[in-house]
């Protein structure tokens, strides 16, 4: 099946300047490399972005740098979600307006306990706030960190009310039954792993593909497996890249993720502006730095 919303996307990082402040210039240059290197799409400001560690203002500014340093505005898939309906409805009016090809939708995620009434209330007034039929959205599952989960039950209502606009879920919960699950009761929604060992089984599944962090890192990797998946004289060169992002993905998570995917772009770019970060996170101590770009140089990277 296709799907509205499919391929290797990117969780960009975002990198900050020693103010704390976006580095767009350092931003629009990670774009337009990360497509270069294989994505599909940019899925900026998710959690590997640090999306809610930055006000409104900030993250237009980012979505408008990468479109103005040469990234196509249909290449890009922001996180747009916020606590507040009318933050939510002006974010992701700004980017239909700029031409992204979707937004992702994490839950209200201050208020925990809320039921899916109460979830279906804010998904719907944030699409009929929008009232734009360009809207493409993806669900963003990630109860771990929200602690508000999406049931099924919810997507079928708002499949059923938003036909074509809701059209996906980043998945990132991390088990392969859940991603199962979601491909057998909703054929026509995209399913997107957020862990990316997890792409391939999804793939086999009939899911769409991708939101990943180590995508910052080995994209090239990655669009390996989703060309050649399928494809039995590939299996070798498949098992091979499959194997790279698993080692590459165990890296990231050496230390606490986010700083260390920082620290590992910051080698990979080789622009030590990657290393800032915005509170609460901080760097990796250089002790730590400097063990996880010798593992990179073990690993080739």
Request: hydrophobic share 45%.
């Amino acid at each position: 099946m296709t799907h509205t919303i499919e391929g290797v996307h990117c969780a960009a990082a975002t990198p900050v300047t020693a103010e704390g402040t976006p580095d767009l210039r350092l931003f629009a240059e990670h774009c337009r490399l990360l497509l270069a290197e294989g994505c599909h799409g940019i899925a900026l400001l998710g959690t590997t972005g640090e999306a809610n560690s930055f006000g409104i203002r900030e993250r237009m500014a980012l979505l408008e740098a990468a479109v103005e340093g040469g990234t196509p505005a249909a290449a890009l898939l922001p996180g747009t979600s916020t606590p507040a309906v009318a933050d939510t409805v002006e974010l992701s009016r700004h980017a239909v307006t700029a031409g992204a090809k979707g937004v992702v939708l994490l839950p209200p995620y201050y208020y925990k306990g809320v039921g899916d009434e109460g979830l279906f209330r804010f998904y719907a007034q944030v699409i009929e706030g929008v009232g734009d039929d360009r809207l493409r959205v993806v669900l963003y599952h990630i109860p771990q960190v929200s602690q508000i989960p999406i049931s099924h039950e919810l997507i079928d209502r708002l499949m059923a009310a938003f036909p074509g606009i809701v059209c996906g879920i980043k998945d990132s919960f991390g088990q392969i039954e859940h991603l199962q699950a979601l491909c057998e009761r909703h054929p026509g929604l995209g399913v997107l792993a957020g862990a990316d060992p997890l792409m391939l089984p999804l793939l086999r599944m009939g899911g769409a593909g991708c939101i990943t962090a180590t995508s910052n890192l080995r994209a090239e990797a990655l669009r390996v497996v989703w060309d050649g998946w399928n494809d039995p004289a590939k299996a070798a060169e498949v098992a091979a890249a499959q194997g790279r992002i698993d080692a590459w993905r165990r890296l990231t998570n050496r230390h606490v993720q986010l700083p260390t995917v920082k620290a590992m772009l910051a080698k990979r770019r080789g622009d030590p502006g990657w290393l800032h970060h915005k509170p609460p996170l901080v760097a990796l101590s250089e002790a730590e730095r400097q063990d996880v770009w010798a593992e990179m140089d073990k690993l080739g990277g």
